[in-house]
């Protein structure tokens, strides 16, 4: 049991994460070595401190959340990820397993974390990425969507639909979910499934033309295209699509062979 001992206390001194014993109030009574060199303190000037003091503001409230659902439930099923204060003053982002056990009839929480800066850094990148490649398909003059192998939408962009919310809705849903949700006929969503499925199964471009009729009757003409995307191994990896409103020259194409007759 000495030599288990020995070998569990050398594991903790030796890693790299954070491992620590918390009072039920949030109290810090042992951190492991480890605290130092990713939060810069002495562990004897955090022994006795709130972990409240700790946090950031912004994260305080839902870290006694979790760790008062932990309570009630007795176990978690996720991690907390919150922002510790560095010694110098910034903030370091946190991962955290943490469990309640009880020892001498006393509760209290134990757990590990981990740093993941540099992990919420890349998701950080990665949304801004999305965010910037967003804005700029939103403001192409076209309809263009994203679809997945069972012909669910990945992505629309604002001209397809300008409604936020039915855009926020149909992601993940397919044509027949749209034409439930806005009590349209389905007929629009079987004649797009064939040719998605026609465009999956040739691994080829369809193109067609949508003929849309307004409540007030007026129609509009566009130009629909389904195009497969394959990775370098051929295998599908999504289908993207796009119209063009042809109304307007359809019009002007109308009017000179009138006026040529």
Sequence with gaps: VKQSNERFDLFIENSKEIFYELDCDGTILFVSESWTSNVGHQVSEVIGTNTATLLHPDDVAHVHEYLSKLVVNQKSTQEVVYRLRHKNGHYIWHSSDVKLVERDGHFFYIGNCRDITDYIKVQQEISNQKEFYEKILDRLPIDLGVWDIHHKYLYLNQA????????????????????????????????????????????????????????????????????????????????????????ESKRINEEILRSRQ
Excluded: C
Aim: proline share 1%; glycine share 6%.
């Design 160 to 247: 397809a639909i300008k409604n936020d919310e039915l855009r926020q809705y149909i992601i993940g849903k397919d044509d027949f979910d749209y034409a439930k949700h806005t009590g349209r006929d389905d007929s629009f969503a079987r004649a797009r499934r064939e040719r998605f499925l026609k465009a999956l199964t040739s691994r080829k471009i369809v193109e067609w033309e949508d003929v849309i009729t307004a409540l007030s009757g007026e129609q509009f003409f566009h130009t629909r295209k389904f195009v497969p995307i394959y990775n370098e191994e051929g295998i599908f990896e999504m289908m993207t699509g796009y119209g063009i409103d042809v109304t």
